[in-house]
């Protein structure tokens, strides 16, 4: 099995010709005999027959047709087979705590089976107790892994610690598979955070992530080159090739222009990683805010005196820059019926207390109230450069004063109007909050806002242009929102408040979003 995953993995790297799913003969004819259609039996969902023909993958609805052919399913005792494949720490504790409750919550009977070198099978049973309705296999393993199974479709869904790659993205297109940036096809099932940990003796309680950096890389090797007593730095990490490790090394490490330093010691698990740091009084982690253990958390700071620290609000919002997005992607097939209640249970309110239960930051929109924004606002006044005039700053506070903001955030590719992967996945949570009356009889505005790098005025022209393409994504999305019940308009502020120092390309991106508030 660990030999046949590998050579998964290795498709992403070279092209591969055909499909090793299984298919089969099979001819489907039209009830009244007037049309046939042959093919390789690709899928079949309970309902619709995905077939490949002379003509191209073709999807048949079942119930105007007979199949013939050893490929043909049995029809009366159909068994959904549902594969989600991916990266292990999700894996194995959110996906089958998320299952467990959706069978629970749809009234099936639910069985979980270790598969060794795979990972959990989970059967759920009708009503009768004898019936399987549907199996869920986990294979757990690496997001690398889990997009390799989605585009030779050896899976149905890929769970995964980061966003594709462009060549991953490229030839899941190229097989029929869709976009897998599209808002239909890409969702954060939840959110984590990384964080720097350090011993409880260990005075350093604030560090930059340029010093976080410059740590990792080695060329920071004494606690006094951060301003700590005069001692070695012991650096603990998990695996930098999977998991949160990987994470860290590429959104931190290797975003700076550096690598990991050779002195860095790997730990199998976050628990490996917090229980080298409770025993070393010079040691520093990075732990899953989740999963602290007994040390002490790092605030991020700057030379600015911008402080931002892992909490469920910060992590949310999207203002602590290091959050660890749990991504689910799906191709551009239907999957059975069964399958898509799955991904419609994962919006409930049920499924984000689960995500709670499990330690992680859920999904669910939050109105933050102006008493919580104090620090923001103090931050604009205390930060604006005279290219902001105070009516600006005045305009703000009072737009404020009325409104609350709503935790979605929306963040961009780097120069772009182009969202990055969690904002796209927020243009679903907000269009399917609108299409439910969430917001009925109240107004939404879609604010942006700029970094600080520029002439103030063409920053707000490109942060209203930010805006606008934010609320146009939404009310596309949302297909049968009544816009006559809900009011929705566009503002901006540019540079006017600043989330982190504008001296660092993490603080630039933190400060180029679009939030929403609501009144």
Known sequence: MKMLRAAVSAALFTLIGASWALAQD?????????????????????????????????????????CEGPGCPNLTSYTADIVISGAEAPGSVLMPALLEAFGLAEGYAVTREELPGVGLLYTLYEVDGTTPAARFTL????????????????ADLALSLREPTRQERLMARDAGLGDLFSVRQSRV??????????????????????????LYEGTFDRWSDVGGEDAPVTLYLRDPNAGYGMVFDRTVVKAQGRTLSERVLTKASNDGVTLAVEDDPFGIGIASMSAQGMTEAITLTGDCAFEVSASQLSVKAGDYPLAAPVFLYQP??????????????????????VVQRVGLVDQGISEVPLAVQGTRLANAIAQAGPEVSLEELQRLVALMTDSQRLTLTYRFEGGSTALDGPSRSNVGLLADALETGMFEGRSLI??????????????????QRRAEAVQAAVLQTAETFDRDRTEISVDAFGEALPMACDDTDWGRRINRRVEVWVR
Not at 139 to 154: K, M, Y
Not at 193 to 205: G, H, W
Not at 342 to 352: D, G, K, M, P, V
């Open 189 to 214: 099932v939840a959110l984590d955070a990384l964080v720097p940990i350090v011993n409880p003796d260990n005075p350093v309680r604030r560090l930059d992530l340029e010093a976080v950096s410059h």
């Open 446 to 463: 879609f604010v942006g806002f700029s970094d600080g790098q520029g002439d103030a005025s063409l920053n707000r022209r490109l942060a």
């Open 26 to 66: 099979v001819t489907l004819t039209s009830r009244d005999g007037s049309m046939e259609i042959s093919g390789y039996l690709i899928g079949f969902d309970g309902e619709f027959y995905r077939i490949d023909t002379n003509y191209g993958v073709l999807t048949v609805d079942g119930s105007g047709v007979n």
């Open 139 to 154: 294979r757990l393993a690496t997001s690398q892994e889990g997009f390799a199974d989605l585009i030779t479709e050896a």
């Open 332 to 353: 551009a097939i239907r999957l059975p019926k069964i399958g898509r209640d799955f991904l419609r249970y994962l919006r409930t309110e049920s499924a984000q207390r």
